[in-house]
């Protein structure tokens, strides 16, 4: 019986890694579905959590044009196409195009009530906090 080169040990060593490495973003990602946050703050919204969350400033939020809505498989602001994103039942985060043609930021975990928030930045945001008007009324003052 001979050993193993030394080669084939570099081979097992390097595909370990990759799996170490997938389970860490994976249970990555499973923790920061189920801990998004939304701060509203004087200088705009901050999304924590997820691979999509950033810092959108206050100037770039048409929050006079913002609306809470009910959105069902219909609507025009429904999403149905994943440019970017993660797209599990009953959750959705990332870049979304919505039926209407439009592109949207989303961090949707459920798909009753949406807050609808469009920006200068040509997209909207959809987000599903808990209480959407309370978030609505923090962004208008």
């Not at 691979?51 to 959105?71: C, D, Q």
């Not at 989303?106 to 959407?132: C, K, Q, S």
Request: charged content about 15%.
């Amino acid at each position: 019986m001979y050993p193993a080169p030394w080669g084939s040990l570099w081979i097992l060593f390097a595909v370990m890694v990759l799996m170490l490495t997938i389970a860490i973003v994976i249970g990555y990602q499973t923790y920061s579905v189920r801990h998004v946050t939304l701060e509203v703050g004087q200088d705009g919204l901050r999304i924590k959590g997820g691979l999509y969350g950033r810092h959108i400033p206050l100037g770039s939020l048409l929050v006079r044009e913002a609306k809470v809505l009910t959105i069902d498989n219909a609507s025009p602001i429904c999403p149905v196409s994943r440019t970017n994103g993660i797209g599990l039942p009953g959750y959705a985060e990332g870049w979304f195009r919505l039926r209407d043609g439009s592109k949207a930021l989303v961090f949707m975990a459920r798909h009753m009530r949406v807050l609808y928030i469009p920006t200068t930045e040509g997209y909207a945001l959809l987000l599903t906090p808990e209480n959407p008007e309370d978030v609505l009324f923090a962004l208008n003052s």
